[in-house]
């Protein structure tokens, strides 16, 4: 059959109604291919859908935007309230090991006898402290409150500070945030919280000033009722060991002793005790007696709530008293002699220091700085002092390492006594200090600290602390009164992404 006999042939065939086995293959196979196409376009679609879930997941758009409290409702998302959590998180950092948590178990770790876990007393301190913010940030704007330059400027300075340490770390300044508050968190949710509890803080200052005002009356009528905590007792003791003596078994594990080794000890103590006392009395020096019997002398009181100190800060004691004290609990007696007590009245006092650390200090990797070369660099800061405050002033902002004091010139104000570690305040305290003076002190703690002493204030110890006492009361109440001020409801979704 010719070509154009069969191309006439299928158009007769075709024209009937019957399909061309040909071009139905065709066709079909046409379709199938735009079908996988489609197949193929459908499920390139889901794999495009699921990475950009993937991504906006991981990015904690999703998280972060949910509600986990609201506050008289006002909604907070995760990321604000993980600010919360992880500041009180923070705040217990330093007493893990003292209160035997785990740090790593905070869900599971019991904390009360209720039932109640770290993790759910962390969150709940968090409302709390949400719930004071929230209302003392309204009370703000009802006051017409707001931040000014310098409350910024101390924004400014809580931001370069922490992304001075994410630096040091080796973070960006976004990362060392996810670090410290979550995954969920961002520079401007952190910002945003600093700037209320800056405001909060605000108004809270400016409420104390106007509505914790107090009279000298007040003030003595405090004193009054706490003398022990603001009177200071000048007194010797010497403490006589009743423990019974140790032993150890064969391989050296400690052997318990027995009831009548321990009251053998304890007697054995009362009779030395005793003696001591007797050759006191007789006109003996206290401290040579107490290295004669093997036992420790010291003049410095002890708290008015040891069993020592409840006989020294007794009110009936009078100069001259002296007597044998049993600490049955301690293991040991005391033998305390009362010369006088009197109100503290150590003055306050302006200090400017320069705190010098490891960082003034360029050494090689992994190596730690020593008192001696701390206390060298301080006298090589000292011996570069011009011999004014104002240079004085200059060389803090340059060298020293407190954040607290360093933008403003090394100065500390109005201090009162028992605020600043001992080296520090007994410099200040010395006999013959006076303004203009120098030195260098050091402690374990902190560094060297080279010493410029301004002078002394008026305010005397007893006086401040009874106001300060007042005000820390008054200031207590008013922010428990804040927090109940307000209602917050949790949602259960949100708060399991906390913490």
Known sequence: MS???????????????????KAARAAEQRAAERKSNILYAAVAGIFVVVAVALVVYNSGIIQRNQTAVTIDGEKY???????????????????YSQLG?????????PYGDDGTTYDDFFKQSAVDNMKYIHAA??????ANMTLDSDDEAVVKQNVDSVKSAAAAAGYGYSSYLKALYGSTMTSSVFESCLRDQI??????????????????DEI??????????YDVVDAAYVTVSGAPEAKTDDEG??????????????????????????????GGNLEQLAADHDATYSDVTPGASSVCGQWLFDQARKSGDADVIEDASGSRYYVAVFNSRERNEALDYNVRHILVTAANLDLPEGETATEEQLTAKAQEILAGWDGTEEGFAKLAEEYSQDGGSNTNGGLYEDVPKGQMVAPFEDWCYEAGRKAGDTGVVYYSGTGAHVMYFVGYG?????????????????????QTQMTDSVTAETNDGGMKLVG
């Open 253 to 282: 594990n400690a052997i318990e002793a027995t009831e009548e080794e321990k009251t053998a000890a304890m007697e054995a103590a009362k009779a030395a005790a005793d003696e001591i006392l007797a050759a006191y009395k007789d």
């Open 137 to 142: 940030v309204k009370a703000a704007g009802e």
């Open 220 to 229: 003595q009528a405090y004193y009054e009722e706490h003398k022990d905590t």
């Open 3 to 21: 070509a154009s006999r069969e191309k006439k042939k299928r158009q007769e065939f075709l024209a009937s109604g019957a399909v061309d086995p």
């Open 77 to 95: 998302n995760v990321a604000e309230t993980s600010y919360y959590y992880s500041q009180v998180y923070q705040n217990y950092a330093s007493f």
């Open 199 to 216: 405001l909060a803080s605000k108004y809270a200052d400016k409420y104390s000033e106007d509505n914790f005002v107090y009279t000298e």
């Open 101 to 109: 948590m785990d740090p790593s178990g905070l869900k599971s770790q």
């Open 458 to 478: 008026d305010t005397q110890y007893w006086h401040y602390g009874c106001e300060n006492a007042l005000r820390s009361n008054d200031q207590s109440e008013w």
